[in-house]
């Protein structure tokens, strides 16, 4: 079974940065690109960004590009988005998703506030 575990949300400043973390098991991790997500309030589900299952390859919405690194670490059956310069307008609940089984984690807030 498919299980995807986000951690790392949290309340920032603008300008600030934080790091998301995804813990994934019940799946051959290393053979599937991932994804990460985001629901901002009153708005509906988005693609964040995209990496390929080695890591090599890499996409993210306009939005974040620049400001966000989605990687991974095959070994430790890990997602990572690490996320810089945050913005107001990138509150929202973070999640992680698996697109071969459109399989999806919990979520975690993440705030962006003065």
């Known amino acids: 079974q498919v299980h995807l575990v986000e951690s790392g949300g949290g309340l920032v400043k603008p300008g600030e940065s934080l790091t998301l973390s995804c813990a994934a098991s019940g799946f051959t991790f290393s053979g599937n690109p991932m994804t990460w997500y985001r629901q901002r309030p009153g708005k509906t589900r988005e693609l964040v960004a995209i990496?390929?299952?080695?890591?090599?390859?890499?996409n993210y919405a306009e939005s974040v590009r620049g400001r966000f690194t989605i990687s991974r670490d095959n070994i430790e059956n890990s997602l990572y988005l690490q996320m810089d310069n945050l913005q107001l307008d990138d509150t929202a609940v973070y999640y992680c998703?698996?697109?071969?089984?459109?399989?999806w984690g919990r979520g975690t807030q993440v705030t962006v506030s003065d």
């Open positions: 990496i390929g299952s080695a890591g090599a390859h890499t």
């Open positions: 998703h698996l697109p071969s089984q459109n399989a």
